[in-house]
């Protein structure tokens, strides 16, 4: 069996899925790959714009869909943080066997990654989070979220708008009210990450935005002191809100990641 295919299992193809938020490969000449995990209530399409930028480099770049996301809210109801874990997981041994692994994320995929190099240190040679946290820090939001039966919303009725840039856009939940279920499920990975930092030993790279809403800039200087077992590098990024990966600093992250890979002897320079 191909690794495209072999792949395929684990990228979360669904026959409902929302059109243009579809998981994807774009393949490259390199041994090394990537991937890129969106986030909380996101899709695939959310990373597009900094996939496509490393995939010129030669770098295969994998974006799955996390189960439960860009179909109807109600497939999350009964998704677990373990459901998404494996599913990263499956994605990852596979591609170990090809050739190095890094990992990048976004919010939620952010964390996710750095839970999955907890898990799986052998196998994770560089680590990029985009806004990613273990700490919302707006306890009020956390719980009348929590007792509102319609669920949980991270959006601009809370927060403000999640991009300065007012052409950017992501395909998934948008406005709609996610289960209350799920966002715990959320949560679940945060503290997850706080009982593997010590397994966590890839060079770790924190992109966080200055003026991120939803999780606070702090979260980077948390993450810093929580991993003790690998370098560690935070890098603001001074033009985005808390969807800094479709906003003006989407070429600044796409660029961090490649430096990052470099730096990690998971790509080489040209020339």
Avoid at 8 to 16: C, I, M, Q
Avoid at 91 to 98: K, S
Avoid at 232 to 254: K, M, P
């Amino acid at each position: 069996m191909t690794l495209r295919a072999d792949l395929s299992k684990s990228l979360g193809h669904h026959p409902r899925v929302m059109t243009g938020a579809e998981p994807y490969i774009l393949d490259g000449e390199s041994a090394s790959s990537l991937v890129l995990v969106h986030g909380w209530g996101g899709s695939p399409q959310s990373m597009r714009l900094v996939a496509e930028r490393v995939a010129r480099t030669g770098m295969r770049v994998v974006v799955p869909r996390l189960n439960g996301h860009a179909t109807v809210p109600a497939d999350l109801e009964t998704v677990t943080a373990v459901d998404w874990l494996d599913q990263i997981s499956a994605i990852v041994g596979r591609l170990a066997r090809a050739g190095p692994v890094s990992i990048a994320g976004c919010s939620l995929g952010a964390t996710l990654s750095l839970a999955t190099a907890g898990i799986h240190p052998q196998h994770i040679r560089a680590v990029t989070t985009i806004n990613g946290g273990i700490a919302v820090r707006h306890p009020d939001f956390i719980a009348d979220a929590l007792l509102d039966p319609r669920g949980v919303a991270l959006n601009a009725d809370e927060f403000g708008p999640m991009t300065l840039d007012p052409d950017a856009f992501e395909i998934g939940y948008g406005q709609v009210a996610l289960p209350r279920a799920s966002f715990l499920q959320a949560l679940a990975v945060a503290a997850l990450v706080r009982e593997l930092a010590p397994r966590i030993v890839a060079p770790t790279l924190l992109l966080h935005s200055r003026q991120d809403q939803v999780i606070p800039f702090e979260n980077a200087e948390e993450l810093h002191a929580l991993l003790t077992s690998a370098p560690v590098r935070i890098v603001a990024l001074e033009n985005s809100l808390h969807a800094a990966q479709v906003d003006y600093d989407a070429d600044v992250i796409a660029d961090a990641i490649i430096e990052h890979q470099h730096e990690c002897g998971t790509l080489a320079r040209a020339g």
